[in-house]
């Protein structure tokens, strides 16, 4: 338990963590914070580690040896004793959808062990059902469930309509997949959205048939599902602002001090921001990156909006390029390594087929002078990406533009080496390594390419700024948990995967905190311990450096400090 004491004339006054009021009337007469008695990493190489750090004002006022740091924070300084535990930079997320983990928290939880309860598709129906009795939705609302992953299914399929049905045929009802990229409906679903067997697939989607090849069997992928994904996240401000605030206590509780929310979609969604910012309810740093579709309109005003106010910002513009490698629409350069019945190599979805479209967009976020962060998991994707920055790049050089390159499943040294001539930087989904890694080496990639996904330490060793992110609500946002998997590798069958690509510890620290800074331009006032930075910190059960790294996931955060305020504090 850390123990707070405060300092005055020879007078010693100790507070138990617990003691909140005691605590609250020291906190009211101190102006200076020091943390000290435990293990302090900073991320700053030219001091690792050190004895003590003094907080004024939500900013970092002192950092170094113990008795220079009390020295310097003066004789009322309120006195933390970590007793021990470790305190590091607060985590910055690289890439998540915080909205979209609000909304997920409020359908059933239909993600496998160890993020949910479910193994089969007779457990999906099960939730459902227990769902509709404790939470029946109004006429003509969809009954939902999201993060399904067929591929931990012991029936090793997608479900169908044919398994919704069987719960009900009256109400529509949605599943969706843990990817983001595609769902299920039943046949009420598919009838508000006005799916049947004369419906050609749309641009950028499939529609799954059944063996006749017409009648929907209700998988949808893509573009395919956007227009009942727009009936099943619509939500009234009062329940926007619920989700939101749900999920930022999440992200709190796992030690993010600055969250993404990528891909906004309308103002309402910013206008949320902006009300719990000035109400006091945003209590960690948000940076939002409208989708390209919508950009223009939402980035109007970008030279006054890319700056925090009341804890929210917008960073820049969100381009997705193909999408997700076990729902198969990641875009690659060669075939899937098992082609599925009607295939004849298949390598994917490319969302923008033709190239000049892609360079076309690409050029315009440069003209406006944006920050582009672009969604590209296949390698063929990469390729795309690419050449689009470097259109861009020779219409206007000459600027620091730290375009960001997401997921980045397949990512070959050629192609890292381009990225980082133009001054790109990547960012990898790692937890693809974990929780699909024996499905990649079977089904998706084949047993060589699985081997080199989200090639991390590659790209390291190559100079690109590296970050690895869990893309929640795809994965849940347990940095602690990531890091795990960026530091050993390991599949869900204990296989490690590509040991020549795995992160040593500090490398996934920085990866979580110094770097994530500098890939949103934020490095001066984020990510290390330093004199003049933001007091944005997380407190550890235990220090990752020395611990078995097969036990980093194990360690619990106990506190969350923001500029200098606790957050959250484990009970």
């Known amino acids: 338990m850390m123990i707070r004491t405060m300092l005055d004339n020879g007078l010693r006054v100790t507070i138990a963590a617990g003691m909140f009021a005691l605590a609250a009337v020291a906190g009211a007469a101190a102006k200076t914070t020091v943390y000290t008695n435990g293990v302090i990493l900073t991320m700053n190489d030219a001091m690792p580690q050190t004895e ?7 900013r970092i006022l002192a950092v170094g040896a113990k008795r220079t740091v009390l020295t310097k924070a003066g004789a009322n300084a309120e006195i933390i004793d970590l007793d ?22 409020a359908f059933a939880n239909m993600s496998p062990r160890p993020a949910g309860p479910i193994a089969s598709i007779e457990d999906i129906k099960a939730e459902f059902r227990r769902w509709l009795k404790q939470h029946p939705p109004k006429p003509g609302e969809p009954l939902v469930g999201m993060g399904y992953d067929h591929s931990q299914l012991k029936e090793h399929r997608h479900p169908t309509r044919h398994d919704l049905d069987a719960i009900s045929r009256t109400i529509p009802i949605v599943l969706i997949h843990f990817s983001g990229h595609q769902a299920v409906l039943n046949s009420r679903a598919l009838e508000m959205v006005g799916y049947d067997a004369n419906t050609p697939d749309p641009e950028g989607g499939r529609i799954l048939r059944e063996k006749d090849g017409k009648t929907p069997n209700g998988i949808v992928q893509e573009t395919a599902w956007i227009p009942i994904k727009l009936k099943v996240f619509a939500a009234t401000y009062a329940q926007k602002k619920e989700r939101l605030e749900k999920a930022l206590d999440l992200y709190m509780a796992n030690g993010f001090t600055t969250a993404l929310d990528v891909a906004i979609t309308d103002q309402e969604m910013i206008d949320a921001y902006r009300h719990l910012g000035r109400d006091g309810d945003l209590k960690i740093d948000i940076v939002g990156m409208p989708y390209e579709k919508f950009a223009d309109t939402l980035l109007a005003n970008y030279e006054k909006d890319r700056h925090y106010h009341d804890h929210f910002r917008l960073a820049g513009v969100k381009l997705v390029l193909d999408g997700g490698s076990p729902g198969r629409s990641a875009f690659l350069r060669e075939p899937y390594y098992r082609q599925m019945p009607g295939e004849k190599n298949f390598r994917g979805v490319a969302f923008f087929p033709n190239q000049a479209d892609i360079d076309d967009k690409v050029s315009h976020y440069y003209a406006k002078g944006w920050q582009v962060f672009i969604h590209a998991l296949g390698d063929a994707a990469v390729d795309q990406v690419l050449h689009a920055v470097e259109v861009a790049e020779r219409k206007y050089p000459g600027k620091d533009r730290r375009t960001q390159l997401i997921h980045l499943q397949l990512f070959h040294p050629d192609q890292m080496d381009k990225a980082r001539a133009l001054g790109a930087t990547a960012t990898f989904q790692t ?17 060589e390419r699985a081997e080199k996904i989200c090639p991390a330490r590659t790209a390291w060793n190559k100079g690109l700024s590296v970050t690895i992110h869990h893309d929640s609500p795809i994965h849940p ?12 590798r390991q599949t869900r069958s204990g296989r490690v995967l ?53 036990k980093i996931k194990d360690i619990k955060v106990l506190e969350t400090i923001k500029e200098g305020r606790t957050v959250y504090r484990r009970p």
């Open 52 to 58: 003590a750090v003094a907080v004024k004002d939500g």
């Open 84 to 105: 021990g535990r470790t305190l590091m930079p607060g985590f910055i997320d690289s890439h998540s959808h915080v909205s979209l983990t609000g909304g997920k928290l």
């Open 431 to 447: 937890t693809h390594v974990f929780y699909f890694g024996d499905f990649h080496r079977q089904e998706t990639f084949g047993p």
């Open 477 to 488: 946002p347990d940095q602690l948990m990531l890091i795990w998997i960026a530091v050993n």
């Open 498 to 550: 590509g040991p020549d690509e795995r992160l040593t510890v500090m490398q996934a620290l920085k990866a979580s905190t110094i770097n994530a800074a500098y890939q949103l331009f934020e490095e001066k006032a984020k990510g290390t311990i330093e004199p003049g930075k933001l007091a944005d910190f997380v407190v550890l059960s235990d220090n990752p450096l020395t611990v078995d790294p097969q």
